[in-house]
T-cell receptor, first 114, second 112 residues
């Protein structure tokens, strides 16, 4: 069975541009979460979606948005990119929402903003 | 607010010696606690989790952790380190919401 997949693997953007990151959860998983991991730090929670509804949002500006599609895949969008948005963006899927269900992480998308 | 503090940013051990990675937590609720491992260029992998059952939790690859409420600690241990254990380890807390709150990580080096 395929794990969580993310695309692209690496991305280089210029300040002010927009970026879309994609995530496909494990088959049968209905919940997707997004995390930002800045170099040398632990991942920080951005969003969680379950059954296409937003269930949680971290302390990130409105430039960050996300959505989940009927097939449970998800997109993370970031507008007006800043240098500080350079990070590894991680997607995690779980069977359902809730802390009882293990979150499985993808390999991440490395975003560099110049 | 919920948080975790990993007391060591780096830990170095010799192969075959015990490993201790320390974590203290803060939570207003009965927490769920996790340890994740991140190998270079690989995704995060769950080592073990505590969800208010047994206080001594056994995980994969010989790791275990003990939940101590009186000390608000959840330290990760392994009796004998292997070279393949070298990685970044994250202590994580989750309470009554769905989000995971990660510590800043502990880099484990294992010397031959």
């Amino acid at each position: 069975d395929a794990g969580v997949t993310q695309s692209p693997t690496h991305l280089i953007k210029t300040r002010g541009q927009h970026v879309t990151l994609r995530c496909s959860p494990i088959s049968g998983h209905k919940s997707v979460s997004w995390y930002q991991q800045v170099l040398g730090q632990g991942p920080q929670f951005i969003f969680q979606y379950y059954e296409k509804e937003e269930r949680g949002r971290g302390n990130f500006p409105d430039r960050f948005s996300a959505r989940q599609f009927p097939n449970y895949s998800s997109e993370l969008n970031v507008n007006a990119l800043l240098l500080g948005d350079s990070a590894l963006y991680l997607c995690a899927s779980s069977l359902y929402g809730g802390q009882s269900y293990e979150q499985y992480f993808g390999p991440g998308t490395r975003l560099t903003v110049t | 607010a919920q948080s975790v503090t990993q007391l060591d940013s780096h830990v170095s051990v010799s192969e075959g010696t015990p490993v201790l990675l320390r974590c203290n937590y803060s939570s207003s609720y009965s927490p769920s606690l996790f340890w994740y491992v991140q190998h270079p260029n690989k995704g995060l992998q769950l080592l073990l989790k505590y969800t208010s059952a047994a206080t001594l939790v056994k995980g994969i690859n010989g790791f275990e952790a003990e939940f101590k409420k009186s000390e608000t600690s959840f330290h990760l241990t392994k009796p004998s380190a292997h070279m393949s254990d070298a990685a970044e380890y994250f202590c994580v807390v989750s309470d009554n919401t769905d989000k995971l709150i990660f510590g800043t990580g502990t880099r484990l080096q294992v010397f031959p």
